[in-house]
């Protein structure tokens, strides 16, 4: 049986993943509902649907699935969909701490983020996407702690 599943935005605007059961075995082919321990692209700010896509994921897919990521080794669905969760909300929170803090230099800033991701994720596997991420999250925390 092969299922398609329209997640909607998550890391990008438009995500889905393809479900192929047989015999009592699952994989999925999961595009980039997660990255199997590489850095993360979430310069498009989906990152409340993209954690709400996992809760999905966990939700509808047995947690024995194979997943195949669209970056890094395939694995477990339930330890993939985990480490990506936490990911996402280290980065999230790494980026919302430096709100405020004016007097950052953008390389400071980078570095900053990149140290607490780092703490989370040694590698440098795809480090410049998360560091794509860090000033347009930024720049959107910026503007909702400006107008609340």
């Not at 890391?11 to 980039?32: K, Q, T």
């Not at 919302?96 to 800033?109: E, F, M, N």
Request: charged share 20%; net charge negative.
């Amino acid at each position: 049986v092969l299922r398609v599943i329209d997640l909607g935005p998550g890391e990008s605007p438009h995500d889905s993943l393809w479900l192929i059961e047989s015999n009592g075995a699952a994989r999925a082919f999961v595009g980039d509902l997660v990255y199997s321990r590489m850095h993360g692209f979430l310069a498009d700010g989906f990152y409340e649907a993209w954690l709400a896509n996992l809760a999905r994921a966990r939700r509808e897919i047995s947690p024995e699935t194979t997943f195949y990521p669209g970056h890094g080794e395939p694995g477990a669905a339930r330890e993939l969909l985990d480490w990506q969760e936490g990911y996402i909300r280290t980065f999230v929170d790494a980026v919302r701490s430096t709100v405020g803090q004016h007097t950052l230099s953008d390389q400071a800033l980078t570095e900053t983020v990149t140290a607490r991701m780092k703490a989370y994720l040694q590698s440098e596997d795809l480090l410049f996407l998360m560091q794509l991420s860090i000033s347009p999250l930024r720049a959107t925390f910026e503007k909702t702690a400006a107008a609340g």
